[in-house]
């Protein structure tokens, strides 16, 4: 059984601040990371496939970091807006696009 | 637009019933996966399939049965069903066959079926 951890649970951000979650995963058997957004009511949306050690992707003002030999992912958001709220998922691929899911970081941005 | 689209969106079954969930998607995928929410659970994967044959079967108790018939649709047979799988279930599709080394890519996710088993 694959251990794939987001922390926190959910967090409650100021619009204009900025904000950073992770996600932890194995560190052997490595093959991608993936993050996706999940809106209340909507499908879950890719925002990165992080396949490097080391590698840093940036979609607008959200960007993510992944160390794969310490196991952990870095989700940031700077100066959040209320349209970031959402559930953040990241996900483990140790086989070839078979993903083991963490329980996602619940985020509500407050006006 | 999302390009999966699942049906129905919602679903109410007693425990002897048997009903079917649909998803197809207009992607041109080849790559196809059921995975289930349960409440305060991570998603978990249920069912794989790459070009219409089934790769994976994440031990899915067999009152779940699917079904590809092309690698546009995925069913999802249901019958007699207990309260405990009162889920949503969600369809994914992906242009990255599953099981590939060294491949991994997006997945495209439908809305999903919010079932309620009583």
Known sequence: ILNVEQSPQSLHVQEGDSTNFTCSFPSSNFY???????????????????????????????SATLNTKEGYSYLYIKGSQPEDSATYLCAFDAAGNKLTFGGGTRVLVKP | ????????????????????LKCEQHLGHNAMYWYKQSAKKPLELMFVYNFKEQTENNSVPSRFSPECPNSSHLFLHLHTLQPEDSALYLCASSPVQAGLAGESGELFFGEGSRLTVL
């Open chain 1, 32 to 62: 991608a990371l993936h993050w996706y957004r999940w809106e209340t009511a909507k499908s879950p949306e890719a925002l990165f496939v992080m396949t490097l050690n080391g590698d840093e992707k940036k979609k607008g003002r959200i």
């Open chain 2, 1 to 20: 637009e999302t390009g999966v689209t699942q049906t129905p969106r919602h679903l109410v079954m007693g425990m002897t019933n048997k009903k079917s």
